[in-house]
């Protein structure tokens, strides 16, 4: 069965088809983010602190950081990443103790993530581009983490689903020359949107598969592209989330602070045997303590008290 | 392609895996339902009336009519059952122009129903029982319709999945003995609660599948069954749709008035490739015209006439 361990300093977790589905928070990463953007260049890091914290009590188990900011003093990210790499996954590991995900297209801003993170980080990413595979599966293998691997190369992204599992099949091999094992590469099969390409879903859900069954990879996604320019986009989510991870999807790159994707997975968990004795789902569903049932609770010896002194 | 035909006096619904999921009514029945029965048994037929009406506008395709009420002033449903039947569908019929699915467990309640639809109704059911299946499928022959398989026998309703797929396959060569094509045999392959069997979703999953890839049938189940006893169960409903949908779950006997399935169901339609153009899905989720936007779209000329009459 195939797991990819993945640790923060004091927490494991592990991906796999017999565990529940991996939600990474996607939220800290300024891409499209201009507010962030410009925090992050003033030195602010109120909105990662906020978002760090939020995501986790939503239920991510992992975070994904990403440092994607091009600074209005200095557009060469290749000089500001790296340090701002550092720096987030440095305070985000101070406020919680989930493992990280070190998410750039910086070779050396993941290099510097690699050295501020504690544990065993994902690294995110590396394609099937043959200058990038070079540059990244050296690093996996010198600090022992596992790498999402983005089905996409030197071509480009290809919209023939046999062609992504080929370039998926050729970054498993290459990362084996290196001594990498399989189940520390994640492939990213690329979800197309559904509203640009109608068979979107159905070319995921078979690579999905066939990514399971005869590469035996865990899979992830930028679940959310699924629904990009369509309206209630939860709505799609809520239901491709459940889709996928019924045809092997292990984690996914998303929002955890939306509650009807949440709900769906954990539903997703629950029916998949991932959630044992139903605990998790039980524990998420049960009703509120209303006021009144709280005193109707502590009535036993308080009501009798004053029922004593009233009589 | 499998395409199992139904139809009413002026509609044709088709199930088929290239199809929108077939969402069959199920409030028809008083089973379980105390205050219908009573109704039914005084002649009263106001809330199937209204039942009909209101699961056709919620998005029904077909409805399930179940006329198994034991009446107080004759326990013998032989002979309650068939004149009954007859009457509701007559009834509905009038009402609704969908297709109907005539479900008893008494043969000559399925006769007489298949005696007063119009059209090509889908006849609910038979099982892999010997004596069922030498009453039930003459009838299905006879009126050429499709019929739901169950796929429980003489021994019961199995666990082992690979049983209940057995049943399955027996029925379906005993329906063609009778000259019956299989694309009119629409599997139930029976939803197990998860909260009593923790593997009952994947074996549903599993077994839609196998039936769909090896035996080439349509399917349906009764899909609130999944989430018995648990709480939240329109989120575990919810989920499992869209799962049992990539599956090839092609039809569901349900509650088409609960706008979270219906969601979902209209999700993994697009997801499925089976809603053009997402028109059905962009169809449902309009915005709706909210007062204060009529006004302002009103605004162009009323708002400039009264701007000058103040100027």
Redesign the interface.
């Known amino acids: 069965m195939t797991r990819t361990v993945v640790e923060s300093r004091s927490k494991t977790v592990t991906i796999g088809f017999d565990q529940p589905f991996c939600v990474i928070g996607e939220r800290i990463n300024p891409t499209g983010r201009k507010k962030l953007a410009a925090e992050l260049e003033a030195g602010d890091f109120s909105t990662v602190e906020k978002d760090a914290l939020e995501q986790v009590a939503c239920g991510a188990l992992m975070l994904d950081v990403n440092a994607g900011v091009v600074y209005n003093s200095n557009p060469n990210p290749n000089e500001t990443e790296p340090p701002l790499m550092r720096s987030i996954i440095e305070l985000v590991q101070g406020l919680v103790d989930v493992p990280l995900c070190i998410d750039s297209s910086v070779p050396d801003a993941l290099e510097a993530g690699l050295a501020a993170a504690h544990g065993r980080p994902l690294l995110n990413s590396v394609t099937g581009e043959e200058e990038r595979m070079e540059r990244v599966l050296p690093l996996v293998k010198k600090y022992n983490v596992p790498v999402v691997a983005i089905s996409n190369d030197d071509t480009g992204i290809s919209e023939d689903p046999e062609v992504r599992f080929a370039v998926a099949k050729k970054i498993v091999e290459r990362a084996a020359d290196f001594g990498i094992p399989a189940h520390d590469i994640v492939v990213d099969p690329l979800v197309m949107p559904?509203?640009a390409m109608?068979?979107a879903?159905?070319q995921v859900?078979a690579l999905v598969r066939k990514l399971r069954e005869e590469l035996k990879v865990n899979t992830t996604c930028g679940a959310s592209n699924?629904s990009f320019g369509?309206?209630?986009r939860h709505?799609?989510n809520?239901?491709?989330l459940?889709?996928a991870?019924?045809?092997g999807m292990t984690s996914a790159i998303m929002n955890p602070v939306r509650p009807q994707e949440m709900?769906?997975i954990?539903?997703?968990n629950?029916?998949?045997?991932n959630d044992?004795?139903?605990a998790a789902?039980?524990r998420a569903?049960?009703?509120p303590a209303v006021e009144g049932e709280a005193q109707a609770g502590r009535g036993g010896r308080e009501g009798r008290r004053r029922r004593r002194e009233r009589g």
Do not use: C, D, V
Request: charged fraction near 10%.
């Open positions: 559904i509203g109608a068979t879903g159905q859900f699924i369509l309206p209630n709505g799609i809520a239901a491709f459940p889709m991870i019924s045809a709900e769906a954990r539903a997703a629950l029916l998949m045997n044992a004795h139903g789902w039980i569903n049960k009703p």
